[in-house]
């Protein structure tokens, strides 16, 4: 009855004393219905700052924006919340389960391995299988990415991973679904040299390998750089190449039988105009249907990402770059095509821009700020100048340099970053996210970051 009244006298204010009245606008959980398997949750929106908003009648702090964001623990089962501004009323109902127990046998993950009685051999489904030194499916442990029709000995499994058998007591590991089976019963022939040779481009030098099938390969980033070749037979062959200069980007793949290594030439770099002849592709995140994160005040990541992105275009053009841009509009494009787009390109540095979320179980009142990730570690030194640069001259939190598996930063040949510039659910955050000073800084200091790296590597 008193809501009622309530909406009665909303609907009066509304219409005949012309009261602004705010919805309560929770952006997340995302319905009020939910399945979250985590110790806690969050609630994260835009309000009247004005108001009272309270969580099963707790109050919960407001940013003068409007924003919030209120971590909520959550009990295995049923946990209902009544989330209320002054004239709103919500409740949400998120379904924790019980935690399943594990029947892995942790005192020595190698009990769970299933040696076969004889070995077999396989080959590889797809362009791009990750062949890895772990028997787990994420992460940094990739030792190569393995063309279709590579073929592969096996000798066990475990965790849905192959161990793949590469010379004596050394193996990696492979996704079971990315191999085709039982295929071959026999003994396969083994691969035979039959020529190398060696070419450039103005960009990169190719070492060719040609051999009669394909076979499994790792590159060992040391200087000399190692390519290593297995034979189906457990042989293995090096094939070491000094290199005269820090590495900026290298690629090993298979065109037909031939086995390429692909190294790009070290960075021209000019003392006064450091980004002359330099290219760079600038990557803003996400577009189109896919949103990327969404913030508390319901700004979408990819529209944040674009600014940021166009601002960085302008600066680093003006200061000489050949630049490109993988999207300039709210358009969607896939991680592969961004990565082709720069290796079209030629690209030196690549820039993905974005701007990050948190997922259930952590606090968005308590993360904050920028981080920069890499794969390869000589993309590193880049990362490092880029975060340096924003934290110092755009003073956000130092939220750390990372190495990790991103598509993106993964695949492209040119030294490549990934720069999470803020939270969007961290109402702090969000609120320089979409201050145009702010992301024009951020455009600034990243340009300055690039700049300085270069400086540190001039040989001009
Ligand atoms: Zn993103």
Same mark, same amino acid.
């Given at each position: 009855m008193k809501s009622l009244c309530n909406k009665i006298l909303l609907a009066f204010l509304i219409l005949f004393a012309g009261i602004k009245v705010y919805a309560l606008d929770v952006v997340y959980p995302t319905s009020y219905n939910m399945n979250i398997n985590a110790p806690s949750t969050f609630f994260v929106g835009n309000t009247n700052p004005e108001e009272i908003l309270t969580i099963n009648g707790v109050k919960i702090d407001v940013h003068p924006s409007g924003a919030f964001a209120q971590k909520v623990p959550l009990n295995i089962g049923k946990n209902v919340f009544t989330i209320t501004s002054d004239w709103n009323k919500k409740v949400y109902t998120i379904n924790r389960k019980a935690i399943l127990s594990v029947s892995y046998n942790n005192s020595n993950p190698m009990n769970n391995f299933k040696k076969f009685d004889k070995e077999k051999f396989v080959y590889v489904k797809k362009d791009g299988t990750a062949l890895r030194s772990t028997p787990v499916e994420q992460?940094?442990?990739?030792?190569?990415?393995?063309?279709?029709?590579?073929?592969?000995?096996?000798?066990?499994?475990?965790?849905?991973?192959?161990?793949?058998?590469?010379?004596?007591?050394?193996?990696?590991?492979?996704?079971?679904?990315?191999?085709?089976?039982?295929?071959?019963?026999e003994e396969p022939e083994t691969a035979k040299l039959i020529a190398k040779s060696f070419t450039q481009s103005n960009h990169s030098k190719f070492y060719k390998i040609k051999l009669t099938q394909r076979i499994p390969y790792y590159v060992e980033e040391s200087n000399p750089l190692v390519l290593h070749l297995f034979n189906t037979d457990g042989s293995e062959t090096v094939f070491p190449i000094n290199l005269k200069h820090n590495l900026s980007g290298y690629d090993a793949y298979y065109e037909g039988d031939c086995l390429v290594l692909e190294i790009k030439k070290k960075l021209n770099v000019y003392r006064f105009r450091p980004l002359r002849d330099i290219t760079i592709v600038i990557d803003p995140g996400h577009g189109g249907n896919e949103k990327g994160a969404v913030s508390c005040l *319901?700004?979408?990541?990819?529209?944040?990402?674009?600014?940021? &992105?166009?601002?960085?275009?302008?600066?680093?053009?003006?200061?000489? &770059?050949?630049?490109?841009?993988? *999207?300039?509009?709210?358009?969607?494009?896939?991680?592969?095509?961004?990565?082709? #787009?720069?290796?079209?390109?030629?690209?030196? =540095?690549?820039?993905?821009?974005?701007?990050?979320?948190?997922?259930?179980?952590?606090?968005?009142?308590?993360? *904050?700020?920028?981080?920069?990730?890499?794969?390869?570690?000589?993309?590193?030194?880049?990362?490092?100048?880029?975060?340096?640069? =924003?934290?110092?001259?755009?003073?956000?939190?130092?939220?750390?340099?990372?190495?990790?598996? #991103?598509?993106?930063?993964?695949?492209?040949? +040119?030294?490549?970053?990934?720069?999470?510039? +803020?939270?969007?659910?961290?109402?702090?955050?969000?609120?320089?996210?979409?201050?145009?000073k702010f992301q024009k800084n951020c455009a600034k200091a990243i340009s300055n970051g690039v700049i300085e790296y270069l400086k540190s590597i001039q040989i001009n």
């Amino acid at each position: 009855m008193k809501s009622l009244c309530n909406k009665i006298l909303l609907a009066f204010l509304i219409l005949f004393a012309g009261i602004k009245v705010y919805a309560l606008d929770v952006v997340y959980p995302t319905s009020y219905n939910m399945n979250i398997n985590a110790p806690s949750t969050f609630f994260v929106g835009n309000t009247n700052p004005e108001e009272i908003l309270t969580i099963n009648g707790v109050k919960i702090d407001v940013h003068p924006s409007g924003a919030f964001a209120q971590k909520v623990p959550l009990n295995i089962g049923k946990n209902v919340f009544t989330i209320t501004s002054d004239w709103n009323k919500k409740v949400y109902t998120i379904n924790r389960k019980a935690i399943l127990s594990v029947s892995y046998n942790n005192s020595n993950p190698m009990n769970n391995f299933k040696k076969f009685d004889k070995e077999k051999f396989v080959y590889v489904k797809k362009d791009g299988t990750a062949l890895r030194s772990t028997p787990v499916e994420q992460g940094i442990n990739r030792l190569s990415h393995l063309e279709k029709d590579v073929i592969l000995k096996v000798d066990g499994e475990m965790y849905g991973l192959y161990r793949v058998v590469l010379s004596e007591n050394n193996y990696a590991w492979i996704n079971k679904k990315a191999v085709y089976e039982n295929v071959i019963n026999e003994e396969p022939e083994t691969a035979k040299l039959i020529a190398k040779s060696f070419t450039q481009s103005n960009h990169s030098k190719f070492y060719k390998i040609k051999l009669t099938q394909r076979i499994p390969y790792y590159v060992e980033e040391s200087n000399p750089l190692v390519l290593h070749l297995f034979n189906t037979d457990g042989s293995e062959t090096v094939f070491p190449i000094n290199l005269k200069h820090n590495l900026s980007g290298y690629d090993a793949y298979y065109e037909g039988d031939c086995l390429v290594l692909e190294i790009k030439k070290k960075l021209n770099v000019y003392r006064f105009r450091p980004l002359r002849d330099i290219t760079i592709v600038i990557d803003p995140g996400h577009g189109g249907n896919e949103k990327g994160a969404v913030s508390c005040l *319901r700004n979408y990541e990819k529209d944040i990402n674009l600014k940021i &992105a166009l601002y960085l275009y302008k600066e680093l053009s003006r200061k000489g &770059a050949n630049v490109y841009m993988t *999207r300039f509009t709210d358009e969607f494009v896939s991680l592969n095509d961004r990565v082709k #787009f720069s290796n079209e390109k030629n690209a030196d =540095i690549f820039i993905s821009i974005h701007a990050n979320s948190l997922p259930d179980g952590k606090d968005p009142m308590k993360e *904050r700020g920028t981080s920069v990730y890499y794969y390869y570690n000589e993309s590193k030194p880049l990362a490092e100048s880029i975060l340096n640069n =924003i934290v110092n001259k755009v003073h956000t939190n130092n939220d750390g340099l990372y190495q990790r598996s #991103f598509a993106v930063v993964r695949n492209s040949r +040119a030294l490549s970053v990934l720069v999470e510039t +803020a939270y969007v659910i961290n109402p702090y955050d969000n609120i320089l996210l979409i201050n145009e000073k702010f992301q024009k800084n951020c455009a600034k200091a990243i340009s300055n970051g690039v700049i300085e790296y270069l400086k540190s590597i001039q040989i001009n």
